[in-house]
């Protein structure tokens, strides 16, 4: 079923790995046409014209942007009490994992009575999208919502697409995730009108005001991804997600069965989900392969799995050996990675390009998904090279503050002037000249 990439007997530079790895994507240039006039329609006319788009794309209009905090808590309280408890089990676990990620302030002196303090400021308001489509993603509010609180912000919407089958309003299970981390404002809107109405607020059908949020985080297909590209600048945002991908690192220790399951469960969210395959034994892709076809026969979701896999985002590529599948992982660089070898831990400890890392047999990508602690909202079509996932510091803000008296100034005023003369910006060396100049009274 998965199609082959065989390195044996090369050395491939960085440039031609990543042309010869299995990558799909999506050209999010190809939709911003398209996008574009959304934006500016509900940047004009707010709530009234969101709600106009969410009626042609979802089939149905909500009778207010905001949901009502009645139906949160409804939803809340008909929530299967099992799924409660893993959701709360859920966000108990991100939470510890996250606190941890909290910054100090830092004050360095520089010089006698010069410092530098640097401070982390929450941003004032995010907005955290939780995507609808093929599945239901209540773990993405947690994923967003837990690192934002544990980083102090204070004010939080969470946008969703209205669901026909439940009046317009966003999943229950994502309402009801909401409720569990007391986040009382969420809106009836996705896609891109849901990310031009975030950033640049509005009347609700009302006339109550909708608060514009500072920063955008949240997952979502390609017409979100377009829309956050548009308004960045206006507001910040977490990244450019793509569809989500899985690359697994094995030898001949590997179970079959075990990385079949895992390609399968990424190929299930997505039609162009990635799932590839590194390793250096013949015998054990031929063993995937056979696993992958008889396991991939029975899930609930066939059809999209299928087409996921026999995409050209996924495949097994065939190196020579470890370090050969060390530098082909770096430079495919997955938003998830499976360490499936022998010293699966020492393994991982020299990958340098991954979202996530996950090591040995029982740390599969779907424990991350929801229960590991660590966030699932990650770098995606080789962004880990460089990215990072969501994390506390996504929704801080470093500021410096400088504190210099007179003495200390005065120690560093003629290197400010040299450096400010040899730019050409003489005005810039007056500024600290002027404080030394002794003024007369007539």
Not at 296 to 301: C, D, F, L, P
Not at 428 to 439: P, T
Request: proline content about 5%; aromatic content about 4%; glycine content about 8%.
């Amino acid at each position: 079923m998965l199609s082959r990439t065989d390195l044996r007997g090369t050395t491939p530079t960085a440039a031609q790995l990543r042309r010869a790895l299995p990558r799909g994507g999506t050209d999010v240039n190809a939709v911003l046409s398209t996008v574009s006039p959304v934006v500016q329609d509900v940047k004009d006319h707010g709530a009234s014209a969101a709600l106009d788009y969410g009626e042609r794309f979802d089939k149905v209009r909500p009778a207010s942007v905001r949901v009502p905090a009645e139906v949160i808590a409804e939803a809340a309280a008909n929530l299967d009490p099992a799924v409660t408890a893993a959701l709360q089990e859920s966000i108990a676990r991100a939470r510890v994992v996250h606190a941890d990620q909290r910054r100090s302030t830092v004050t360095t002196q520089v010089a006698p009575g010069g410092q530098v303090v640097e401070k982390w400021i929450p941003v004032r308001r995010v907005g955290l999208y939780v995507p609808g489509g093929n599945a239901v993603y209540p773990s993405s509010v947690v994923m967003n919502v837990v690192p934002a609180q544990e980083a102090g912000v204070a004010s939080f919407v969470v946008a969703s697409p209205p669901q026909a089958d439940f009046g317009g309003w966003p999943h229950p299970a994502v309402l009801a995730a909401c409720a569990l981390l007391g986040v009382d404002e969420v809106w009836a809107v996705g896609g891109a009108q849901a990310v031009a109405l975030l950033a640049y607020g509005g009347q609700e059908v009302d006339g109550a005001e909708l608060d514009p949020v500072d920063l955008i985080t949240g997952p979502g297909n390609i017409y979100v991804t377009a829309a956050k590209r548009l308004v960045r600048g206006v507001v910040g945002i977490d990244s450019e997600a793509g569809p989500t991908e899985i690359a697994v690192l094995a030898d001949d220790s590997a179970d079959p069965a075990h990385i079949a399951a895992d390609l399968i469960s990424q190929a299930e969210h997505d039609v162009l989900a990635a799932s590839v395959l590194v390793t250096d034994s013949e015998a054990l892709a031929d063993a995937v392969d056979e696993q992958v076809a008889a396991q991939a026969a029975t899930t609930k979701h066939a059809e999209r799995v299928a087409t996921a896999l026999t995409g050209p985002q996924s495949g097994i590529v065939l190196v020579d050996d470890l370090e050969a599948g060390l530098r082909v992982v770096d430079e495919y660089a997955a938003e998830h990675l499976e360490i499936q070898t022998r010293d699966a831990a020492g393994v991982a400890d020299r990958i340098r390009n991954a979202g996530a890392i996950f090591v040995g047999p029982y740390a599969p990508v779907s424990l991350g998904d929801y229960c590991a602690g660590s966030n699932h909202v990650l770098p995606t079509s080789g962004s880990a090279r460089f990215a990072s996932g969501l994390s506390v510091q996504t929704f801080l803000k470093g500021v410096h503050v400088i504190d210099y008296d007179q003495a200390a100034l005065r120690t560093v005023a003629d290197q400010v002037i040299t450096l400010a003369e040899a730019e050409d910006l003489p005005a810039h060396g007056d500024a600290v000249k002027r404080r030394f100049i002794r003024r007369t009274t007539t």
